[in-house]
């Protein structure tokens, strides 16, 4: 028995299916869509372009009391590249596969990150708007653009602008990732992505003397000290229940993930140097954590350099007497779900709302899916997706109808 498809899932599947895609993602079509979807709601709408070519679509839904300060749901519009030849089907084409129990898969890059977000703060705008309810609060929906790349010319400018500071955003709702089981886990906070490279200068000469003093001497220490720390962090986190996905914010990871250095077999290496990849738990003190990389690199005579660093969380610690975090916990128990808090083990736009100094939580309320976020054959679960819908507009209305 094949169901026909809902309207919901059609508009879903049209925002799948525009290419905004990495390296050339097709923001200029994709704006056009969200401007498209907000006149249809009757939604207000605003574009910005800080950079050239990467566009904020911003969306409103107006609230009765526009001087206190307003809700944002945030979702980034780009996705990233695939292998298109290990795809059953057209990354872009949003197929709908009916599977065996009658419900049905809806197959694309960026279904699950995050695309469905998106659409399911488009379709519960759209809900609120045919119900004529109004609440207290603006109610903001933000579409921002290369989430993926690091939001360089993304959330990190736009989140330090008088366009974002306007907005007057009182409280966030921003990424999460579909549930692989029964909870619903939801991020109060996240690592911090962490590239460094350590490099060492020292004597060089003929490979067949001791030298002394060389750069490979020097370097050594660090990589031998950072894979201990690799060594502890994963013990703990096995300690904490396996090595799970979702566990994993609650430790920091260590990767040395490029080495360099040396011309030939027979020269001792004037430098050498180590890049690693680390993500700093937020159990840690940030500042502290890099200056104990700097200490490391100053120890042992290297210098080093921090491909990106993050400025600290200036938001608050969301406590379980939060207003926003109580309407969170309720519009869950009254969907059946079962909210988990995590630590997210990657990074994501949110991250530049607390550096705002706005508390933002990251959720995603459908259950029981595969995680294949940036894999092969992305997919979501079309019940899970309908379900979601009636969450957020309820979400919406409680959040927005927070008082003072
Ligand atoms: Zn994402």
């Keep these: 028995m094949t169901i026909s498809e809902p309207a919901s899932v059609t508009r879903f599947r049209d925002y799948v299916k525009i290419e905004t895609v990495h390296p050339t993602p097709d923001y200029a079509k994709c704006t056009e869509f969200l401007i498209a979807q907000a006149e249809e709601i009757g939604l207000g709408h ?5 950079v050239k070519g990467k566009p904020v679509v911003i969306l409103k839904l107006e609230g009765s009391d526009p001087s ?3 809700i944002l749901l945030n979702s980034h519009t780009d996705v990233v590249p695939v292998y298109r030849e290990k795809w059953d089907y057209d990354p872009f084409a949003a197929t709908r596969v009916e599977v065996e129990n009658g419900d049905h898969r809806i197959y694309g890059r960026g279904t699950q990150d995050m695309k469905v977000t ?6 519960a705008f759209r809900q609120i708007k045919a119900s004529g309810k109004k609440f207290l609060r603006n109610v903001y929906s933000t579409f921002v ?11 990190m400018p736009f989140s330090k602008s008088q366009e974002f500071k306007d907005l007057n955003i009182g409280f966030g709702i921003d990424e999460g990732g579909p549930s692989i089981n029964e909870n619903t886990y939801y991020f ?11 490099t060492a200068h020292g004597n060089t000469g003929h490979g067949s003397q001791f030298i002394e003093g060389t750069a490979i001497e020097k370097l050594l220490p660090i990589i031998n000290e950072l894979m201990l720390l690799r060594e502890t962090q994963l013990s703990k986190l096995k300690k904490i229940g396996g090595i799970m996905l979702f566990n994993q914010g609650q430790v920091t990871s260590v990767n040395l993930t490029m080495l360099e250095g040396g011309k030939q077999p027979n020269v001792v290496p004037a430098t050498f140097s180590a890049t690693f990849d680390i993500r700093i738990t937020p159990l840690l003190d ?9 200490d490391l690199a100053e120890k042992n005579e290297c210098d080093i350099e921090f491909h990106y660093r993050d400025e600290p969380n200036k938001s608050l610690k969301i406590t379980e007497t939060n207003p926003f975090m109580v309407e969170i916990k309720s519009a869950c128990s009254k969907h059946g779900l079962n909210p988990v808090e995590m630590v997210m083990p990657a990074a994501t736009d949110a991250r530049f709302v607390r550096q705002a100094g706005i508390q933002a939580v990251g959720i995603n309320p459908m259950i029981n899916h595969k995680l294949l976020a940036h894999d092969h054959n992305e997919y979501i679960i079309e019940s899970e997706y309908i379900k979601s819908i009636p969450f957020y507009t309820d979400l919406i209305e409680r959040l927005a109808s927070v008082p003072n």
Excluded: N
């Design 46 to 50: 605003q574009v910005v372009e800080l």
């Design 68 to 70: 206190l300060p307003a």
């Design 118 to 123: 998106g659409s399911l703060y488009l379709e």
């Design 145 to 155: 653009p290369d989430e993926e790349i690091y939001s360089i010319e993304g959330m």
């Design 188 to 198: 109060t906070s996240e690592r911090t992505t962490c590239p460094v490279t350590f």
């Design 286 to 294: 940030l500042a502290e954590f890099y200056k104990y990389l700097e």
